[in-house]
């Protein structure tokens, strides 16, 4: 109606996915050396509490906007080696069609929680040999390890998928040889431990 008044939206009260989102990108911020560990916990306890839009976006004026992923290319394959290394793929990183994993005495990390995902299946090719491969998914997310070949290895799926909508099928193929290959959940951060909130699923921030 004429003259009616607009609310301000920074006075708008924010809901629990406005702080999840605020809580993820302050957490990859961390992960990028952006933040130091006192400067992440002054900050998730101040997000976790935020009543408004406005207390949030206080906390993220200083930070990089968020890539689009309308406007991130996916990569038809994609590799990953280390020989007593760690590699670590974690934030929006945008996961490929096909991932050639070589792990010799070292550890891969993928974190598919915010993950960049465009594609509906991902089919990853590992060979390690005296290292670790540890898959971080959502619960929209299912990993299948039947066709991974075992020799003195550990391979476990501690993470089924449990929502009705599966976003992403993850197909591991290869060996494994006096290593281990392990999915799991993310595990809750400190406030949501404290505050018994459920670990929330995959989600971009806007």
């Not at 992923?69 to 280390?82: E, F, H, Q």
């Not at 990853?124 to 619960?139: C, K, R």
């Not at 599966?166 to 595990?187: C, D, K, M, N, Y």
Request: proline share 6%; net charge negative; charged share 25%.
């Amino acid at each position: 109606m004429p003259g009616e008044l607009v609310p301000d939206r920074g006075k708008l009260r924010a809901s629990h996915e406005d702080r999840d989102r605020a809580v993820e990108r302050l957490r990859i911020a961390a992960g990028d050396g952006r933040l130091n560990a006192d400067e992440l916990d002054e900050r998730l306890e101040a997000a976790l509490t935020a009543r408004t839009y406005g207390e949030l976006e206080a906390l993220l004026t200083d930070l990089p906007a968020e890539a689009e992923p309308a406007t991130t290319t996916t990569k038809d394959i994609s590799r990953i080696a280390v020989n007593s290394a760690t590699a670590r793929r974690e934030g929006p990183w945008t996961v490929p069609q096909r991932l050639e994993i070589q792990c010799a005495s070292g550890s891969v990390h993928l974190d598919f929680t915010t993950a960049v995902i465009t594609l509906p299946t991902l089919e990853i090719d590992a060979s390690v040999h005296s290292g670790s491969v540890t898959l971080v998914v959502p619960p929209d997310v299912h990993v299948d390890l039947d066709d991974v070949s075992v020799s003195s290895a550990s391979v476990k799926n501690r993470a089924r998928a449990t929502t009705p909508q599966v976003r992403l099928r993850v197909h591991v193929t290869g060996e494994a040889h006096q290593s281990s290959i392990t999915v799991r959940h993310p595990r809750r951060t400190f406030w949501q431990w404290l505050l018994r909130r459920p670990i929330p699923a995959a989600s971009q921030l806007a």
